[in-house]
């Protein structure tokens, strides 16, 4: 009896061992690569994969490799571990779709956002392009859809007319979309209620809005629903745009008035995988800045003085 209790609480143990490094292998390959400690990334995805094979985990820890490769310009490197956690992702998606968990999309949108900036960085911009139109062909119903548009995006926005936004929810009463803006440079600002990032950015543009609007400059403020509002909580959908409605308020004080529709479809159409994102449109309507990511004063102003000059 007692073997048998033994033998029950080491498999326990194994048990929660196992669990343990499904859950970290992800944050242990992220560390080693920020430590710049590349071969410790590699032993520590091979001893993974030897005792769990090449899991969803184990792809989105190999795709953060890639990541590192790439930020290391090893474009080579970069490319084949792109291609890699591609080929394996595909071999998952035979058995599973790929939302079922979120760390298979999030390492197959990763792959193809690496191996595109390794094509437009060897200067082959039209075969990423390429890729990413038939990647979304593929995955546009998933969620990694607004990621490849936001690559997409990223090789082909700058100098074309900007998407028409849609809403049908505005937070308070400005409802202003783009046709009626055409005439005014319009910087366009998507956030998330739950981004620090953009909550950070907000002096800058209350700055910027202090200084510029006078001289023509409009803002749009677009955002969605998550399907969640504080402390990660589950919300309905009415609740949730309470939640934003606050967020807003509390956060964006010196944005009050500037239109704020409430649309997953504009997040869609602009690649807003990334918030903040801000999208510069010209007098014409064309599109002249697209920057996934937060962006500090002294370069925002400059990109929105260039258009308010012409």
């Keep these: 009896m007692h073997k048998i209790t033994m033998r029950l609480r080491l498999g326990c143990v194994l048990l929660l061992l196992s669990s343990f490094a499904v859950a970290d292998i992800v944050d242990d390959v992220r560390e080693a690569l920020a430590q710049d400690n590349f071969s410790y990334a590699q032993i520590t995805l091979k001893n993974y994969r030897d005792q769990h094979g090449a899991d969803p985990a184990y792809l989105e820890a190999l795709s953060w490799t890639a990541r590192g490769a790439l930020a290391a310009r090893d474009y080579n490197q970069a490319y084949s571990l792109a ?9 998952q998606l035979k058995k599973r779709k790929l939302d079922a968990e979120p760390h298979l999309p999030m390492a197959l949108g990763a792959a193809y ?72 440079p319009t910087l366009l600002f998507f956030w998330a209620h739950w981004c620090v990032d953009c909550k950070s950015e907000a002096p800058i543009l209350t700055q910027l809005r202090s200084e510029l609007e006078p001289k023509g400059l409009k803002f749009v403020a677009p955002t969605q629903r998550y399907g969640y509002a504080a402390r990660g909580e589950t919300a309905s959908p009415q609740a949730e745009f309470s939640y934003i409605d606050r967020v807003w308020q509390q956060h964006y004080s010196g944005l009050q008035g500037v239109p704020v529709p409430v649309s997953k479809q504009n997040f869609n159409t602009y690649g807003a995988s990334t918030t903040p994102t801000l999208v510069l449109v010209d007098r014409a309507g064309r599109i002249a800045m697209y920057h996934p990511g937060a962006m500090p004063y002294t370069e925002l102003r400059a990109a929105i003085d260039k258009i308010l000059a012409k």
């Design 83 to 91: 291609r890699q956690t591609q080929l394996l992702s595909a071999q």
């Design 113 to 184: 956002e690496v191996e595109s900036e390794v094509l437009s960085a060897r200067s082959e911009k039209p075969q990423a392009i390429l890729l990413l139109k038939s990647a979304l062909q593929t995955y546009g119903n998933t969620s990694i859809a607004p990621r490849l548009q936001k690559n997409l995006n990223l090789l082909t926005f700058v100098g074309k007319p900007a998407p028409a936004l849609s809403a049908t929810e505005h937070l308070g009463k400005a409802t202003v979309g783009l046709a009626q803006l055409k005439g005014s």
